[in-house]
């Protein structure tokens, strides 16, 4: 299956780095805790399923979980209950608005190479991996993914997913909350420069016992823009203008603002238990996955 | 703070280059595109700058503000700003700056006057108004045209500084008459390009300004006829008032003892303090022979109000300078006599003071005196008497001939080369046309040259004038001496009357062509009128004095029996330089070592004008005795350094400013720096956009 991804997309991820995350998986810090843990972990050894209790058999029972050794001795039919196989639902929010597509390299690049590199974990894994790319609401949406052997899908969709149109965190939210009830890990990947606000949209999401991650990813030129000159910016999304003569004083105001608008998305996180991560797409997004991930939790 | 372009320029560049700046400020400015993701933080940004910016429309048009800053600097430096206008000159201003021995006096700053003038007359230049003219004129004895009019500043400076100090006396008649001159020149070439249209008299509105140490012999005889005396600025740059001169020196041959010499000198303090223990120094060749001390002189300056120095008398037109000269204070000279000084042979006699004052030029005076040796005398004459005794008792060897003989004696026996072979033929009562190279005195006839006429007698009349300070009539009573009769003499224009009858000259002396000619109207023995027989015409030939006068006559004439054949040079003072033989050339060795080559073009005498420094000068080729002759200062004009304070021109005074003139700095050059800095400053806020 991997070099099946690697020869149709190795635009996204390499194999080299596959190979390297393979061994991950995702964690839930909150919603199976104490509960999955070891179902999960046995489903990697194969075949050996962890016992969890016994129950009188009744016709139509899968005749496969009798335990006969009880049978020999007691003469009686039990059936051998194992923990039900539920699956972890990983689902990747993706800002595709028009603003992420922007930057060298992208922003939604960027952000496609990390929700990519999750997906390949979470399938690898058997996790249910649900992909979905938001601008004004919810543009694309591929759920319910199983199994590395779909990992084609899964890039294809990734790659196919379109940057255009104005974000909106708090319609794509809403939506996502209404078609997906169950609870797992979520992670938002956006640049969350929504002109409404993001706590509307992550308000959402906060009451529906989802692991959240929010991860903000910014380029370079917005963290220091290189800008000189009296200039008229143009909002890509909305065509929205904005004059300035750039000054050390402007530059330096705009770093302070960026800074102010970071923490208080940070804070907004931490105070809900969001986990909250910043990038820039000049770190390299392996080493996103690698480090800052497993640092925060998510990844093991 | 004044404006030498004027107001206007000023208003003109800054309504040429303001408007435009404003404008182009006003127009809207054309900003650049740029897409970026989102404008929500830049809108926060510039929002929070603008909160927390005071004064934020002032700074962001901070630019604008420096930049027409920096055009209404440039516009106030076309308007050449410049500090403390005392005076500024229009149209045109003739410069005249002396260049006279005493101007060489180093003022307190350690700069000679001229030095100072010469910065004075800078400024004069640099406050001239736009398009002005200026003419420099440098005069000591001579008067030059340095520049004529001209509005080139620098060219103008450039002749200034080139002015070089001289030692001669200062005299402003021939400046004045220069600058005249030149300035009616213009008007005329005015009007004639003007194409009929008359050109204001420039001499009328011209500004003088005349810088000087006040120190101008003729000061008071100057009258300008086309100057406008309001329009007359005098600069005095005089500070220093101390100063000892040498004003007089004589060295003469003892009369019995020819070996020895005596020596005269007048040693004067200008000074406003007494000078004690003074050295005078007599050295024969360069060699120190003697030393004598002058316990004490005292102060030579007095109080303006008080005496009547030279110059003293604004209003003094009328009043001939002997009148005014009142001599100097008492005890303020002294006069130093060098006696029995054994100088057998002939060179120079130089007396030195030692002090360290104003002037040097008057510290040293030199002399040449020749070996002693007879004076030759020719005595042509039918016989007489009393002529015969006197030169016999004079150190003289007499040679005697008739008219006739001498009328018919050869070459050989007259001449020595194109001179004559004698250094004095003395005529009595003849008249001839013979008269090579040399000297003559003739008693009762006259050479027979242009403009010298002698008519019939004149009788019964009286000497009106007389010049007692000429040599040949030092210590001559001419007031006592009685004459019958004498010729009625015609003689030129330069001419030296020394005894003037009443309608006729009676002592005249003549120099022309190498040969000096002293000619007496009368002779000591006349005709009778009745009998013919010849009588005693006057009686002077009894008095005591007949013999001096034909001593002085002699010595000044013949000039062997003192100093050398010129007598004293004054610097600036032309002389003639007698040719020996058939030399082509004759070169001149400067007491500062350069030398001058003349031409002779077969004259036997030379014109030299090169004396403009003191010293002694040597001449080769030239006949024995007159190789080398001295130029002295010896003038109580140029050594008196202090200050004139009431120095005037002619009978209408002319005050002159008492200060130097004020520095007129320009400041335009400190406005465009000012200027220069603004760009720098805009420049560099434009580029580190502090506030913008």
Same mark, same amino acid.
């Given at each position: 299956?991997?070099?099946?991804?690697?020869?149709?997309?190795?635009?996204?991820?390499?194999?080299?780095?596959?190979?390297?995350?393979?061994?991950?998986?995702?964690?839930?810090?909150?919603?199976?805790?104490?509960?999955?843990?070891?179902?999960?972990?046995?489903?990697?050894?194969?075949?050996?399923? @962890?016992?969890? +209790?016994?129950?009188?058999?009744?016709?139509? %029972?899968?005749? $496969?979980?009798? *335990? #006969?050794?009880?049978? =020999?001795?007691?003469?009686?039919?039990?059936?051998?209950?194992?923990? @039900?196989?539920? +699956?972890?639902?990983?689902?990747?929010?993706? %800002?595709?608005? $028009?603003?992420? *597509? #922007?930057?060298?390299? =992208?922003?939604?690049?960027?952000?496609?190479?990390?929700?990519?590199?999750?997906?390949?974990?979470?399938?690898?894994?058997?996790?249910?991996?649900?992909?979905?790319?938001?601008?004004?609401?919810?543009? =694309?949406?591929?759920?319910?993914?199983?199994?590395?052997?779909?990992?084609?899908?899964?890039?294809?969709?990734?790659?196919?997913?379109?940057?255009?149109?104005?974000?909106?965190?708090?319609?794509?939210?809403?939506?996502?909350?209404?078609?997906?009830?169950?609870?797992?890990?979520?992670?938002?990947?956006?640049?969350?420069?929504?002109?409404?606000?993001?706590?509307?949209?992550?308000?959402?999401?906060?009451?529906?016992?989802?692991?959240?991650?929010?991860?903000?990813?910014?380029?370079?030129?917005?963290?220091?823009?290189?800008?000189?000159?009296?200039?008229?910016?143009?909002?890509?999304?909305?065509?929205?203008?904005?004059?300035?003569?750039?000054?050390?004083?402007?530059?330096?105001?705009?770093?302070?603002?960026?800074?102010?608008?970071?923490?208080?998305?940070?804070?907004?996180?931490?105070?809900?238990?969001?986990?909250?991560?910043?990038?820039?797409?000049?770190?390299?997004?392996?080493?996103?996955?690698?480090?800052?991930?497993?640092?925060?939790?998510?990844?093991? | 703070?004044?404006?030498?372009?004027?107001?206007?320029?000023?208003?003109?560049?800054?309504?040429?280059?303001?408007?435009?700046?404003?404008?182009?400020?006003?127009?809207?400015?054309?900003?650049?595109?740029?897409?970026?993701?989102?404008?929500?933080?830049?809108?926060?940004?510039?929002?929070?700058?603008?909160?927390?910016?005071?004064?934020?429309?002032?700074?962001?048009?901070?630019?604008?503000?420096?930049?027409?800053?920096?055009?209404?600097?440039?516009?106030?430096?076309?308007?050449?700003?410049?500090?403390?206008?005392?005076?500024?000159?229009?149209?045109?201003?003739?410069?005249?700056?002396?260049?006279?021995?005493?101007?060489?006096?180093?003022?307190?700053?350690?700069?000679?006057?001229?030095?100072?003038?010469?910065?004075?007359?800078?400024?004069?230049?640099?406050?001239?108004?736009?398009?002005?003219?200026?003419?420099?004129?440098?005069?000591?004895?001579?008067?030059?045209?340095?520049?004529?009019?001209?509005?080139?500043?620098?060219?103008?400076?450039?002749?200034?500084?080139?002015?070089?100090?001289?030692?001669?006396?200062?005299?402003?008649?021939?400046?004045?008459?220069?600058?005249?001159?030149?300035?009616?020149?213009?008007?005329?070439?005015?009007?004639?390009?003007?194409?009929?249209?008359?050109?204001?008299?420039?001499?009328?509105?011209?500004?003088?300004?005349?810088?000087?140490?006040?120190?101008?012999?003729?000061?008071?005889?100057?009258?300008?006829?086309?100057?406008?005396?309001?329009?007359?600025?005098?600069?005095?740059?005089?500070?220093?008032?101390?100063?000892?001169?040498?004003?007089?020196?004589?060295?003469?041959?003892?009369?019995?003892?020819?070996?020895?010499?005596?020596?005269?000198?007048?040693?004067?303090?200008?000074?406003?303090?007494?000078?004690?223990?003074?050295?005078?120094?007599?050295?024969?060749?360069?060699?120190?022979?003697?030393?004598?001390?002058?316990?004490?002189?005292?102060?030579?300056?007095?109080?303006?109000?008080?005496?009547?120095?030279?110059?003293?008398?604004?209003?003094?037109?009328?009043?001939?300078?002997?009148?005014?000269?009142?001599?100097?204070?008492?005890?303020?000279?002294?006069?130093?006599?060098?006696?029995?000084?054994?100088?057998?042979?002939?060179?120079?006699?130089?007396?030195?003071?030692?002090?360290?004052?104003?002037?040097?030029?008057?510290?040293?005076?030199?002399?040449?005196?020749?070996?002693?040796?007879?004076?030759?005398?020719?005595?042509?004459?039918?016989?007489?008497?009393?002529?015969?005794?006197?030169?016999?008792?004079?150190?003289?060897?007499?040679?005697?001939?008739?008219?006739?003989?001498?009328?018919?004696?050869?070459?050989?026996?007259?001449?020595?080369?194109?001179?004559?072979?004698?250094?004095?033929?003395?005529?009595?009562?003849?008249?001839?046309?013979?008269?090579?190279?040399?000297?003559?005195?003739?008693?009762?006839?006259?050479?027979?040259?242009?403009?010298?006429?002698?008519?019939?007698?004149?009788?019964?009349?009286?000497?009106?004038?007389?010049?007692?300070?000429?040599?040949?009539?030092?210590?001559?009573?001419?007031?006592?001496?009685?004459?019958?009769?004498?010729?009625?003499?015609?003689?030129?224009?330069?001419?030296?009357?020394?005894?003037?009858?009443?309608?006729?000259?009676?002592?005249?002396?003549?120099?022309?062509?190498?040969?000096?000619?002293?000619?007496?109207?009368?002779?000591?023995?006349?005709?009778?009128?009745?009998?013919?027989?010849?009588?005693?015409?006057?009686?002077?030939?009894?008095?005591?004095?007949?013999?001096?006068?034909?001593?002085?006559?002699?010595?000044?004439?013949?000039?062997?029996?003192?100093?050398?054949?010129?007598?004293?040079?004054?610097?600036?003072?032309?002389?003639?330089?007698?040719?020996?033989?058939?030399?082509?050339?004759?070169?001149?060795?400067?007491?500062?070592?350069?030398?001058?080559?003349?031409?002779?073009?077969?004259?036997?005498?030379?014109?030299?004008?090169?004396?403009?420094?003191?010293?002694?000068?040597?001449?080769?080729?030239?006949?024995?005795?007159?190789?080398?002759?001295?130029?002295?200062?010896?003038?109580?004009?140029?050594?008196?350094?202090?200050?004139?304070?009431?120095?005037?021109?002619?009978?209408?005074?002319?005050?002159?400013?008492?200060?130097?003139?004020?520095?007129?700095?320009?400041?335009?050059?400190?406005?465009?720096?000012?200027?220069?800095?603004?760009?720098?400053?805009?420049?560099?806020?434009?580029?580190?956009?502090?506030?913008?």
């Amino acid at each position: 299956m991997a070099t099946a991804v690697e020869k149709k997309d190795d635009d996204l991820l390499d194999p080299g780095f596959l190979s390297r995350i393979e061994q991950l998986e995702i964690v839930s810090r909150k919603i199976f805790a104490g509960k999955m843990r070891g179902e999960r972990r046995s489903k990697r050894k194969g075949e050996s399923v @962890e016992f969890a +209790d016994y129950r009188n058999y009744v016709v139509g %029972d899968d005749l $496969r979980f009798l *335990d #006969w050794n009880i049978y =020999a001795r007691l003469d009686r039919l039990f059936l051998k209950l194992f923990l @039900e196989e539920e +699956d972890l639902h990983v689902s990747l929010l993706i %800002d595709a608005s $028009r603003s992420m *597509d #922007w930057g060298s390299p =992208a922003k939604l690049k960027y952000a496609k190479q990390i929700a990519a590199a999750l997906a390949y974990i979470g399938l690898s894994n058997y996790d249910r991996v649900s992909l979905y790319g938001y601008a004004n609401g919810l543009v =694309a949406e591929m759920a319910g993914l199983r199994g590395k052997r779909l990992m084609a899908r899964a890039v294809d969709f990734l790659r196919n997913l379109p940057g255009e149109g104005v974000s909106n965190l708090a319609a794509a939210c809403k939506q996502y909350a209404v078609r997906h009830p169950q609870p797992g890990v979520l992670l938002v990947i956006s640049d969350f420069l929504e002109k409404g606000g993001f706590e509307q949209g992550l308000r959402y999401l906060l009451g529906r016992n989802l692991d959240l991650y929010c991860v903000q990813v910014l380029s370079p030129d917005e963290v220091n823009p290189q800008l000189a000159g009296d200039l008229r910016l143009v909002d890509v999304e909305d065509d929205d203008v904005a004059e300035i003569t750039v000054s050390q004083a402007l530059l330096h105001r705009y770093r302070q603002t960026l800074r102010a608008f970071c923490e208080s998305l940070r804070e907004y996180c931490t105070r809900r238990g969001v986990a909250y991560l910043f990038t820039s797409t000049d770190v390299g997004f392996d080493q996103v996955i690698l480090s800052y991930l497993r640092q925060r939790g998510l990844l093991r | 703070m004044n404006f030498l372009s004027g107001w206007h320029i000023i208003a003109y560049a800054a309504a040429a280059t303001v408007p435009p700046l404003v404008a182009l400020y006003f127009l809207k400015l054309k900003r650049r595109e740029q897409p970026i993701p989102s404008t929500l933080l830049w809108k926060r940004a510039v929002q929070d700058l603008h909160v927390n910016s005071p004064f934020q429309r002032l700074r962001r048009n901070l630019l604008m503000l420096l930049q027409l800053l920096v055009l209404l600097l440039a516009a106030f430096a076309l308007g050449k700003p410049i500090l403390e206008a005392q005076q500024t000159h229009e149209g045109t201003v003739i410069l005249m700056i002396d260049q006279s021995a005493s101007m060489n006096v180093r003022e307190e700053d350690g700069r000679t006057r001229l030095e100072i003038a010469k910065q004075q007359a800078g400024r004069v230049i640099d406050n001239m108004k736009d398009g002005a003219q200026a003419m420099v004129i440098a005069f000591s004895d001579k008067a030059a045209i340095l520049s004529s009019f001209d509005t080139d500043r620098a060219a103008l400076k450039a002749r200034i500084d080139g002015i070089e100090p001289t030692e001669s006396l200062s005299t402003l008649t021939e400046a004045l008459a220069l600058a005249e001159a030149h300035a009616t020149n213009l008007v005329i070439d005015r009007s004639e390009e003007g194409g009929g249209v008359l050109a204001p008299d420039l001499t009328s509105a011209a500004g003088v300004v005349l810088i000087t140490d006040g120190r101008v012999q003729d000061a008071d005889q100057v009258v300008s006829q086309r100057f406008r005396t309001e329009n007359m600025e005098i600069i005095n740059v005089a500070r220093r008032t101390d100063n000892v001169g040498i004003v007089a020196m004589e060295a003469r041959r003892h009369y019995e003892r020819p070996g020895q010499v005596e020596v005269f000198a007048e040693v004067r303090n200008f000074g406003e303090g007494p000078v004690r223990n003074l050295d005078v120094m007599l050295y024969l060749e360069g060699t120190l022979e003697s030393v004598q001390t002058l316990s004490q002189l005292e102060p030579g300056l007095v109080p303006p109000a008080a005496d009547g120095e030279e110059g003293a008398a604004p209003a003094a037109g009328g009043v001939s300078r002997a009148a005014r000269q009142t001599g100097p204070p008492p005890g303020s000279t002294a006069a130093v006599t060098f006696q029995n000084v054994t100088f057998g042979g002939g060179g120079e006699i130089e007396v030195r003071i030692r002090i360290d004052d104003a002037l040097q030029a008057d510290n040293r005076a030199w002399t040449v005196i020749r070996p002693p040796r007879n004076t030759e005398l020719l005595m042509v004459s039918e016989g007489n008497l009393f002529l015969d005794r006197v030169m016999q008792t004079l150190p003289v060897r007499l040679t005697r001939m008739t008219p006739e003989e001498y009328e018919k004696a050869d070459d050989e026996t007259l001449l020595d080369g194109p001179r004559s072979r004698f250094d004095l033929v003395m005529f009595d009562r003849h008249s001839t046309r013979r008269l090579p190279a040399g000297n003559y005195f003739f008693w009762g006839s006259v050479p027979q040259i242009e403009g010298v006429e002698a008519a019939d007698p004149v009788r019964n009349e009286i000497f009106v004038n007389w010049d007692e300070t000429h040599p040949v009539l030092r210590h001559v009573a001419v007031e006592n001496i009685q004459v019958l009769q004498w010729r009625r003499l015609t003689v030129p224009p330069e001419a030296t009357r020394l005894i003037d009858g009443e309608t006729s000259p009676v002592l005249v002396y003549l120099s022309r062509e190498g040969r000096q000619y002293l000619i007496s109207a009368f002779s000591l023995v006349a005709a009778d009128d009745e009998t013919g027989e010849p009588v005693l015409n006057t009686f002077w030939v009894t008095q005591t004095h007949f013999p001096m006068f034909c001593y002085n006559a002699v010595q000044y004439l013949a000039a062997t029996l003192a100093t050398s054949g010129q007598g004293n040079v004054w610097p600036g003072e032309p002389m003639l330089i007698p040719v020996t033989g058939r030399a082509s050339k004759v070169t001149v060795r400067r007491p500062d070592g350069r030398t001058d080559t003349v031409d002779t073009l077969g004259s036997d005498t030379v014109p030299y004008a090169q004396t403009r420094t003191v010293g002694v000068y040597r001449v080769t080729p030239t006949t024995p005795g007159q190789e080398r002759f001295a130029v002295n200062l010896f003038s109580a004009t140029e050594s008196n350094v202090a200050p004139n304070e009431q120095f005037a021109l002619g009978a209408e005074a002319v005050a002159g400013t008492k200060g130097v003139q004020k520095v007129q700095k320009p400041l335009w050059p400190y406005v465009l720096l000012a200027a220069l800095a603004l760009v720098l400053l805009e420049w560099i806020i434009y580029n580190k956009r502090v506030f913008v």
